[in-house]
């Protein structure tokens, strides 16, 4: 048995967010014969279950990792293997601190996405995932259990958002880690929630050998889980630092069936 984690964003997705018949077919063949399908994304749970639902990937042997891998699901028996949050004191002090560089910064509810000001960034985030945002200063009184994880957003620069980082970096060591699903996105979880802890946490879980995991990615964020998976992929199409770190390179892109390309060499060869 083997385990195939990949992210979804240029890498499981094409440029027009959709999953490609050939793609579709690939992952269920590997499926139905036994092996485990990971979709490791930094994207919100009920983001991700819309795909999972519109793709009819609820089934044995399916699973999400989303918010960087501080939430870890079952699709067939819809329940939540793992959790790992961020306090909300140490949300708040993400939030403050943002507002006073001003910048954007959001968490997440079971069901919305909050931001203490509406922004572009905002605006944009919510068209991205399908989800819908409450702006209120107050965040924590929209939610029910502290979150997994913030983002602090800037259109103007990554060099903004590395600042911001640096910053705060001495606080942010022994509470949360950090990394950039793109240029314009800063994310914070809990310091032992990365993609690449939820390739080991189920690669344990389900007593598959890490050298039997395969992790596919093409963004920095992808990087933990490349490193850590047996056998760590970057896309054609991802950032020349991903495929430092990569054992291999695809020869196609997300548009051209990729995942087909890695199911076929590393799964089910």
């Known amino acids: 048995m083997k385990i195939l984690f990949t992210d979804l964003d240029g890498t499981l997705l094409t440029d027009d967010k959709r999953i490609s018949d050939t793609d579709l077919a690939s992952i269920r063949e590997m499926t139905k014969k036994g092996h ?27 699973y999400v990792s989303c918010f960087n891998g501080s939430l870890i699901y079952d699709c067939y028996r819809q329940e939540m293997i793992r959790e790992i949050t961020v306090s909300y004191e140490d949300a708040a002090y993400i939030f403050d601190k943002a507002r006073k560089e001003g910048l954007h910064v959001h968490t997440y509810s079971d069901t919305h996405v909050i931001a203490d000001h509406d922004t572009e960034e905002f605006r944009y985030y919510l068209d991205h995932i399908h989800m819908p945002g409450i702006v209120d200063p107050d965040f924590a009184k929209h939610m029910t259990h502290e979150p997994c994880k913030l983002i602090v957003m800037s259109f103007e620069s990554r060099a903004r958002l590395q600042a911001f980082q640096k910053e705060n ?45 395969v992790a596919v990615g093409d963004e920095e964020n992808d990087i933990s889980m490349i490193e850590a998976a047996g056998v760590g992929v970057a896309m054609q199409n991802a950032s020349e630092a991903v495929k430092a770190h990569a054992d291999y390179v695809t020869a196609a892109d997300n548009d051209h069936d990729a995942i087909t390309e890695v199911i076929r060499k590393f799964i089910l060869n």
């Open 36 to 62: 485990r399908f990971v979709i490791a994304s930094g994207r919100p749970l009920p983001s991700v279950l819309k795909l999972v639902k519109e793709y009819d990937l609820i089934a044995p042997n399916f």
């Open 169 to 213: 970096e001495a606080w942010e060591l022994p509470r949360l880690s950090h990394t950039y699903s793109c240029d314009h996105m800063l994310e914070y979880t809990a310091k032992d929630a990365s993609k690449g802890a939820s390739v080991l946490s189920l690669c344990e879980l389900f007593s598959i050998p890490v050298s039997d995991a």
